[in-house]
Antibody
Framework: EVQLVESGGGLVQPGRSLRLSCTASGFPFGDYSVSWVRQAPGKGLEWVGFIRNKVLGGTTEYAASVKGRFTISRDESKGIAYLQMNRLETEDTATYYC????????????????WGQGTLVTVPS | QSVLTQPPSVSEVPRQRVTISCSGGSSNIGNNAVDWYQQLPGKAPKLLIYYDDQLPSGVSDRISGSKSGTSASLAISELQSEDEADYYCAAWDDSLNAYVFGTGTKVTVL
């Protein structure tokens, strides 16, 4: 059974950092790209970024709203993807979902066929 | 403000059909595949349709997707109470170099 489990969320002060983890199981982790999607309370879905699979070099793409502040990485040996969030802002308050990208076409990786349960990050004003 | 526009809400009685529209542009829907996600209250989203009209394994065949030009649609036939959820379209946007979600549509079963 494919599973993605996020951890690491919590309350963090503006300007500080936080690292989220996504532990994958039930599928060959190295064969798939992983994406992060967030959802502010009561709002819609927002793509954060993805990290491509090993074959595609494990390179990354980010949304403009987080580029330069957030970094996605992966540890193939542990089957874990990370979202390092620096210089956090109140607008980053959201539930963060880890997802598996079903395909990568021309280097672009989507759709997201499996999702974790999400982890809440709160950055107070 | 999303580049993919959906109606905020649609409602219908059980066993009827609802359609949700998703309007975009040439850099997203017009040039890339459209996906649809369902989010039940308090739950993580679930992939419903990918590549415009493909059903993932396990998704009910009451669900269908279509695309024409820079717009896409999701249809749910034989509406059931369990279909009450938020629905989001999504596509890659070549100009933004980003995967963009629609504004979301809340489906209510009357």
């Amino acid at each position: 059974e494919v599973q993605l489990v996020e951890s690491g969320g919590g309350l963090v002060q503006p300007g500080r950092s936080l690292r989220l983890s996504c532990t994958a199981s039930g599928f060959p982790f190295g064969d798939y790209s992983v994406s992060w999607v967030r959802q502010a309370p009561g709002k819609g879905l927002e793509w954060v970024g993805f990290i491509r699979n090993k074959v595609l070099g494990g390179t990354t793409e980010y949304a403009a709203s987080v580029k330069g502040r957030f970094t996605i990485s992966r540890d193939e040996s542990k089957g874990i993807a990370y979202l390092q969030m620096n210089r956090l802002e109140t607008e980053d308050t959201a539930t963060y979902y880890c997802t598996r990208a079903r395909y990568c076409t021309n280097g672009v990786c989507y759709p997201f066929d499996y999702w974790g349960q999400g982890t809440l990050v709160t950055v107070p004003s | 403000q999303s580049v993919l526009t959906q109606p905020p809400s649609v409602s219908e009685v059980p066993r009827q059909r609802v359609t949700i529209s998703c309007s975009g542009g040439s850099s997203n829907i017009g040039n890339n595949a459209v996906d649809w996600y369902q989010q039940l209250p308090g739950k993580a989203p679930k992939l419903l349709i990918y590549y415009d009209d493909q059903l993932p394994s396990g998704v009910s065949d009451r669900i269908s997707g279509s695309k024409s030009g820079t717009s896409a649609s999701l249809a749910i036939s034989e509406l059931q109470s369990e279909d009450e959820a938020d629905y989001y379209c999504a596509a890659w946007d070549d100009s933004l170099n980003a995967y963009v979600f629609g504004t979301g549509t809340k489906v209510t079963v009357l």
